[in-house]
């Protein structure tokens, strides 16, 4: 059974930093991708970050380029979220997802619709 859990979410001040982790079982980082997704009440989710796991290729939306840093760890088949200079507007429930990588050479996106599996989510609050 395919099962991602995401943890190291909390109450962090403006201006610091969170470790997301999203630990995956019922399958290897080396065919998926994964991505970092976000939701805050009342609003869409939206895509944050992805990593394809076949090359390392990543990708940030802007807003958290530059501030947040996507990595995996296969050994320990973990995907790893480092989140530094956090705003309040970075308040939000954050999902890792997956989907099967299908062709090696094209990089990955974190768009909603094409990720088939998802955490359950960890909840981030940046506030003073």
């Known amino acids: 059974q395919v099962q991602l859990v995401e943890s190291g979410g909390g109450l962090v001040q403006p201006g610091g930093s969170l470790r997301l982790s999203c630990a995956a079982s019922?399958?290897?980082?080396?065919?998926?991708?994964i991505g970092w997704f976000r939701q805050a009440p009342g609003k869409e989710r939206e895509g944050v970050s992805c990593i394809s796991s076949s090359d390392g290729h990543t990708y940030y939306t802007d807003s958290v380029k530059g501030r947040f840093t996507i990595s995996r760890d296969n050994a320990k088949n973990t995907v790893y979220l480092q989140m530094n200079s956090l705003k309040p507007e970075d308040t939000a429930v954050y999902y890792c997802?997956?989907?099967?990588?299908?062709?090696?050479?094209?990089?990955?996106?974190?768009?909603?619709?094409?990720?088939?599996?998802w955490g359950q989510g960890t909840q981030v609050t940046v506030s003073s």
């Open positions: 019922g399958f290897t980082l080396d065919y998926y991708v």
């Open positions: 997802a997956s989907h099967l990588i299908s062709d090696p050479t094209r990089g990955c996106r974190p768009y909603k619709g094409e990720y088939d599996y």
